[in-house]
């Protein structure tokens, strides 16, 4: 890699899901190597609390939305080219886990809810975003998975396993699709990562971080800088060849 200090200068970076975990980590690393960043989420209190301690000044904005509701992403997605001129990374990262509980005790409107934003709000931020790539005939787009994407799991989480496979498939032909036009676009599948939605799912399991850590071969959860090291790479010129991989940040759980 080239010098993170100058990796993404000039570069745009928009990411959802940015208030707090995976997204805020991604969005640290990217105003430190250069880039203008806005970032996206629900939640307005959580999107000030990242902005402060990133005090990236006029290149970072913050900009609360609904990622499931098409008006709020258009939104999103206007205010970033207003503010910075264009879109050439895009961490489409917003997501739920959802509740833990067996298919048949899952209440439909639970499944709906996960469904609107993890699947809905994904083809919602490409439906929007792609456009503006097209026309510079460039950009990177990094969707996120998990490894409840690739393969069935343990934890009873039906809806968002169905989520996840979704994306992956969205991933596949949407990378097809943008090919023609020079936009990259990929998903990374984390395992079990050391974030505020893995506490949800260890108390919705009834198990300890050790209990999940410990069918990791590499013995731990990912942090989120193992993830977002992923996502810089799918992001950067070093894989101007890569599209439509799902890359796995899993500490061997596939292998």
Same mark, same amino acid.
């Given at each position: 890699?080239?010098?993170?200090? !100058?990796?993404? %200068?000039?570069?745009?970076?928009?990411?959802?899901?940015?208030?707090?975990?995976?997204?805020?980590?991604?969005?640290?690393?990217?105003?430190?190597?250069?880039?203008?960043?806005?970032?996206?989420?629900?939640?307005?209190?959580?999107?000030?609390?990242?902005? %402060?301690?990133?005090?990236?000044?006029?290149?970072?904005?913050?900009?609360?939305?609904? &990622?499931?509701?098409?008006?709020?992403?258009?939104?999103?997605?206007?205010?970033?080219?207003?503010?910075?001129?264009?879109?050439?990374?895009? @961490?489409?990262?917003?997501?739920?886990?959802?509740?833990?509980?067996?298919? &048949?005790?899952?209440?439909?409107?639970?499944?709906?809810?996960?469904?609107?934003?993890?699947?809905?709000? $994904?083809?919602?931020?490409?439906? @929007?975003?792609?456009?503006?790539? @097209? %026309?510079?005939?460039?950009? $990177? &787009?990094?969707?996120? $998975?998990?490894?409840?994407?690739?393969?069935?799991?343990?934890?009873?989480?039906?809806?968002?396993?169905?989520?996840?496979?979704?994306?992956?498939?969205?991933?596949?032909?949407?990378?097809?699709?943008?090919?023609? @036009?020079?936009?990259?676009?990929?998903? &990374?599948?984390? $395992?079990?990562?050391?974030?505020?939605?893995?506490?949800?799912?260890?108390?919705?399991?009834?198990?300890?971080?050790?209990?999940?850590?410990?069918?990791?071969?590499?013995?731990?959860?990912?942090?989120?800088?193992?993830?977002?090291?992923?996502?810089?790479?799918?992001?950067?010129?070093?894989?101007?060849?890569?599209?439509?991989? !799902?890359?796995?940040?899993?500490?061997?759980?596939?292998?």
């Amino acid at each position: 890699m080239t010098d993170e200090s !100058q990796e993404f %200068a000039g570069k745009v970076v928009l990411i959802t899901g940015g208030a707090a975990g995976l997204g805020a980590d991604a969005a640290r690393a990217f105003v430190k190597r250069g880039a203008k960043v806005a970032i996206v989420d629900i939640a307005q209190e959580g999107l000030d609390k990242t902005a %402060a301690e990133i005090g990236a000044g006029d290149n970072l904005i913050t900009i609360q939305a609904d &990622v499931s509701n098409a008006d709020d992403v258009k939104r999103y997605v206007d205010t970033t080219v207003e503010a910075f001129g264009t879109i050439d990374v895009f @961490y489409n990262n917003a997501g739920i886990e959802g509740k833990v509980a067996p298919l &048949v005790d899952q209440k439909v409107e639970d499944f709906d809810r996960v469904i609107a934003i993890n699947v809905r709000g $994904s083809w919602l931020g490409l439906h @929007y975003v792609l456009p503006i790539m @097209y %026309a510079q005939k460039s950009g $990177s &787009v990094i969707n996120t $998975s998990s490894i409840g994407g690739l393969v069935g799991g343990p934890l009873p989480v039906s809806p968002y396993a169905t989520s996840k496979f979704a994306i992956t498939g969205l991933t596949r032909i949407a990378a097809i699709e943008s090919a023609p @036009y020079q936009v990259r676009i990929n998903s &990374v599948h984390p $395992s079990p990562a050391n974030t505020a939605m893995m506490r949800s799912l260890e108390g919705g399991a009834g198990a300890s971080q050790d209990q999940i850590a410990s069918a990791i071969p590499l013995g731990r959860y990912a942090e989120p800088s193992d993830v977002t090291n992923a996502v810089l790479f799918l992001a950067s010129d070093d894989s101007a060849f890569i599209t439509g991989m !799902q890359l796995r940040v899993d500490g061997g759980m596939l292998a």
